[in-house]
């Protein structure tokens, strides 16, 4: 059975950072290209950032920058290096492979708050 668990999170200041691992019980993991999602309040679930199996990486505008996705193999495990954090970072921040539709089955997620 697939199986997202996103970890990380937590409440942070404007400016200070956080670093986000998702385990991801997908097989085979290294040929997937996988990705971060978030959902703030009242707003649709966003892509923030992908990475390929090449290890080619992508972001959305408002993340550029700052953030930094990176995936280890062997632990079939994703990372979001998140810097310079600001209050519209605030989500739910989640983890699945963005090239299947539909979706996978979406983990419980990893809240980030960030306060000013």
């Known amino acids: 059975q697939v199986q997202f668990v996103e970890s990380g999170g937590g409440l942070v200041q404007v400016g200070e950072s956080l670093r986000l691992s998702c385990a991801a019980s997908?097989?085979?993991?290294?040929?997937?290209?996988m990705g971060w999602y978030r959902q703030a309040p009242g707003k649709q679930r966003e892509l923030v950032a992908s990475?390929?199996?090449?290890?080619?990486?992508s972001y959305a505008d408002s993340v550029k920058g700052r953030f930094t996705i990176s995936r280890d193999n062997a632990k079939n495990t994703i990372y979001l290096q998140m810097n310079n954090l600001k209050p519209e970072d605030t989500a739910v921040y989640y983890c699945?492979?963005?090239?299947?539709?539909?979706?996978?089955?979406w983990g419980q997620g990893t809240q980030v708050t960030v306060s000013s």
């Open positions: 990475i390929t199996s090449g290890g080619d990486t």
């Open positions: 699945n492979v963005p090239t299947w539709r539909p979706f996978l089955p």
């Open positions: 997908v097989s085979p993991f290294s040929s997937k290209t």
